[in-house]
């Protein structure tokens, strides 16, 4: 029996958790999978209880963390190779950059058969200055040389690997999207969108817009915000914003609300222009609850937020970075600007708020277009397929 050991940098709300975690559960029984994550940071939720719905128990590795810290991540790759001296596995995935850089380093130490990275983003722009940027790039480069396949998460990711980073040669790469159980986002809609503007007191006629993510620089809530108090100023529709997530920037984020004269509250007995939710478990009934879904990022990879968007039938307005323009549909069920044009984001933004129909018929063809390109079993499938070839 084949044996995979599975490594991911932690257990936060997002792609990388949810993959890790279908792809434990449900590979093929002739495979037999250890699933290792690290810690979490401080400012996020644990997002372990979708592992542990599913039954299976990770192991935690408490050394590696998020942060770069040379003792802690010397002590976690020796860890590392002290689970591959043990477990013996035929395959080594890791998942994320700081995992695929310790744990690919020392599976090519222990002589591991195959060792494959996914690349659920990257740290190549809008991260890190030149010099910082150039370190990171000669790291991959390296680590690519030692991995059997990379897999990229979508066609443009791997196109950015391949050509403009140039971290290895396009035939090394296989491109597998990520895959989810999306049935939730579909089901009960009525009654959870009810819950949701039941809870924040929001009308019928009201607009809200959700964006859904880490409260970080690289996610440019700035430019959500600005693109709020636009709208406010050119419609007279009630608009309501919801910022949902957490961390470093939070601060910032209110800051910004208040030289933009725009009200906030973490209270939904508030009447404010925005409200800030923290991490919501129940993402579904948030999709259910708002009409449009933003995402502002500089830098993506395959932004989960904008898949489950689809899934509940919400129109999406965001930025056209990373992978994102081969996850939505552009002019069908989302509308995309570049990151660099506030104005056209802004413009955007207002034109959904504006038309009814469009962010109706936006909303209605998300669903038919995410069922099955982003299902989990496809995932499985996929994965399988690349691990029985090269096993093979």
């Not at 299976?56 to 976690?76: F, G, Q, W």
């Not at 910022?243 to 209270?267: A, F, H, M, W």
């Not at 129940?282 to 899934?311: F, M």
């Amino acid at each position: 029996m084949p044996r995979v050991l599975r490594i991911i940098n932690r257990f936060n709300l997002g792609g990388p958790t949810y993959n890790a975690a279908y792809l434990t559960k449900h590979l093929p029984e002739r495979y037999e999978t250890l699933l290792l994550g690290g810690m979490k940071d401080a400012s996020e939720d644990s997002s372990q209880f979708i592992v542990e719905n599913l039954g299976i128990t990770p192991k935690i590795l408490p050394e590696m963390r998020r942060p770069v810290n040379p003792y802690r991540d010397y002590k976690a790759f020796r860890e590392i190779k002290s689970i591959i001296r043990t477990f013996k596995p035929d395959i080594v995935h890791t998942h994320a950059s700081k995992p695929g850089a310790l744990g690919r380093w020392a599976a090519h130490q222990m002589n591991v058969p195959v060792i494959i990275h996914t690349f659920h983003g990257h740290v190549f722009h809008s991260y890190f200055n030149n010099f910082t940027t150039g370190v990171y790039k000669s790291l991959e480069r390296k680590l690519a040389k030692m991995s059997t396949r990379i897999v990229a998460i979508s066609e443009k990711q791997k196109e950015e690997l391949a050509m403009e980073h140039q971290i290895c040669s396009a035939n090394k790469i296989e491109v597998i999207p990520l895959g989810f159980d999306l049935q939730r986002f579909q089901d009960e809609q009525d009654e959870k969108r009810n819950v949701f503007r039941t809870e924040f007191k929001l009308n019928d006629e009201d607009i809200a817009i959700g964006i859904i993510g880490r409260l970080v620089p690289i996610k440019n809530h700035e430019l959500f915000l600005n693109a709020i108090k636009y709208v406010k100023q050119h419609s007279n529709k009630r608009v309501k914003a919801f910022i949902v997530g957490d961390g470093e920037s939070r601060s910032e984020i209110e800051e910004q609300c208040s030289e933009l004269d725009l009200t906030y509250s973490n209270d939904s007995e508030d009447d404010v222009d925005v409200y800030f939710t923290s991490w919501v478990k129940k993402v579904d009934y948030v999709n259910a609850g708002v009409d449009i879904v933003a995402l502002t990022s500089k830098n993506e990879g395959t932004p989960v937020s904008l898949i489950e968007a689809q899934a509940s039938n919400r129109a999406i307005v965001s930025t056209n970075v990373g992978g994102i323009e081969n996850i939505v549909l552009p002019e069908l069920t989302a509308l995309l600007s570049d990151p660099s044009d506030e104005k056209k984001f802004k413009e955007n933004l207002l034109r959904m708020i504006e038309d009814e129909k469009l962010r109706v018929k936006f909303g209605e063809q998300g669903w038919s277009f995410v069922e099955n390109k982003f299902h989990y079993q496809r995932l499985v499938e996929d994965i399988t397929n690349l691990y029985d070839s090269l096993l093979s």
